[in-house]
């Protein structure tokens, strides 16, 4: 670990010294990414000087037992070693998980993308149901949602949602929640009091900028129309809505929540380069291997990967058969609990290939 920890340290006094060279900072896509970087290996270097004090205090500790005869310096030092003691082997803890390989995309905001899918009307309002559970999780973790383009049930909630979340690790957070949502509960027009199953899928991408992904204008037709509100009615006379198909995978982006055509084109080009993204994402993982995939983040939007029952008021992941009895509180936004056992659980599967 040391080895690792040392390798790291020389890497980010390397980066510290290229991103103040006046070729890097004129090189944006460059720049850009030392800089991130170095942000990155930043907070495992200070954590390894933090865990150096530690060892040095130990070791100093240690000489005072084996060369001091006063009886008070020797009760301090091994009170000293038992406090150091649990605190390296934390430290240590939390290290490995520092070492483990990161996502990449971890850092980024994301494209929340959810869609109704078997269940008629039902579908639809479970997926308001989810986009409200979003919302309140990303209030807590002081985010900031922007829908770019959504299409009403006619009952309520949403037959597709699409929105972009900023913030501090959005990424990190939500991509695990990518998968098909199952939930039985009575729907609201059941007139004999049954249990139905309906669906929704989500998918989190990571969202792209234009220096990490290059979207060619020439393979992408733009249209432009009034933004509509609900029910169809036009809530603009200008054409400031934008839609974009990307010829070559038939990829179709649209927004219309901003007034201004130039700010839809930008935000439907963001999500243009993350849905690209993705697509090269999947090739990629295919050509890893399945073996090689993780249980937790396999990226598979028809895949079951959760299921809310109502009536037991019980959420259970399947992915890593977790199961907690508070569904009102999971709808209110409270899923930290189940990001983090997510993210425990993909953690320890990457340690577990790195040792093989």
């Known amino acids: 670990m040391i080895e690792k920890l040392e390798d790291i340290k020389h890497r980010f006094e390397e980066v510290g010294q290229l991103i103040v060279q006046p070729d890097i900072i004129s090189d944006i896509k460059q720049y850009t990414k030392l800089n991130k970087e170095y942000k990155d290996l930043k907070k495992v270097v200070d954590k390894y000087k933090e865990y150096q004090q530690v060892l040095g205090n130990i070791q100093n500790a240690k000489e005072v037992l084996a060369e001091e005869k006063d009886p008070e310096f020797r009760e301090m030092a091994k009170g000293e070693l038992e406090e150091l003691q649990p605190k390296k082997e934390a430290m240590e803890g939390e290290l490995k998980q520092m070492l483990i390989p990161k996502d990449p995309n971890d850092s980024k905001n994301a494209i929340l993308e959810i869609r109704a899918g078997t269940g008629g009307d039902e579908a639809a309002i479970f997926a308001g149901d989810l986009f409200r559970m979003y919302q309140r999780y990303a209030d807590k973790m002081g985010w900031k949602f922007n829908i770019l383009d959504l299409t009403e049930g006619a009952s309520g909630g949403y037959k597709e949602i699409i929105s972009t979340v900023s913030g501090e690790d959005v990424y990190a957070k939500l991509k695990f929640e990518s998968g098909v949502h199952r939930v039985q509960r009575v729907p609201l027009t059941e007139t ?52 974009l198909t990307h010829m070559p995978s038939g990829i179709v982006v ?52 959760r299921t809310y029952n109502y009536p037991q008021s019980r959420v259970t ?4 058969g977790y199961t907690v009895h508070n569904l009102p509180n999971i709808m209110d936004g409270e899923i930290d609990d189940v990001v983090e056992q997510l993210r425990i659980a993909e953690n320890a599967q990457k340690m577990k290939q790195g040792n093989d």
């Open 192 to 243: 004999q009091g049954r249990v139905h199953t309906s669906a929704a899928s989500v998918a989190v991408l990571p969202e792209m900028e234009d220096v990490e992904v290059e979207v060619d204008m020439n393979d992408v037709r733009k249209d432009t129309f009034c933004s509509s509100g609900p029910g169809g009615q036009s809530v603009n006379t200008t054409y400031s809505a934008v839609r």
């Open 317 to 320: 992941d399947h992915r890593i």
């Open 254 to 305: 649209t927004c219309q929540d901003e007034k201004s055509q130039i700010k839809n084109l930008e935000k439907a080009l963001r999500v243009l380069r993350s849905r690209l993204y993705e697509i090269e994402l999947q090739k990629q993982n295919e050509e890893i291997g399945a073996q090689r995939k993780s249980m937790v983040k396999s990226g598979d939007r028809s895949e079951k990967i």
